[in-house]
């Protein structure tokens, strides 16, 4: 069986599975917190119907704030710093002749990719 959150195999997954298996963690979260589901909520802002929902796998899209506050209660925020992974600029984006950023890179990529 894959493992869903195996950098080389998450991509094998849906949408749908992988918000499943982010909502089954945020209850072991809270549940490894020894807190209520009702504590949960006034602690992290987020409201009782939400964690409620999130935990029983019944949201299919959880909010970006929503998943923030939910993991600086639990104090592993930092696991969000990954989230959107720092990148190098294209080079496509940057015209040679005058120094400047380009605003679109697709006619240069399409070119290049050919």
Request: with cysteine; proline share 3%; glycine share 4%.
């Amino acid at each position: 069986m894959k493992v869903l959150f195996d950098r080389y195999t998450i991509y094998d997954f849906s949408d749908e599975a992988i918000v499943s298996e982010i909502c089954r963690k945020v209850r072991t979260l809270r549940r490894s917190c020894c807190v209520t589901q009702q504590e949960f909520a006034t602690r992290s802002g987020v409201s009782i119907a939400s964690v409620k929902r999130i935990e029983s796998g019944a949201m299919t899209d959880i909010n970006v704030v929503t998943l923030i506050k939910i993991m600086r209660t639990c104090g592993v925020l930092e696991g969000f710093a990954d989230l959107v992974p720092d990148v190098p600029e294209s080079p496509f984006l940057i015209d040679w002749k005058s120094g400047t950023r380009k605003k679109n890179c697709k006619s240069e990529y399409k070119k290049a990719s050919l």
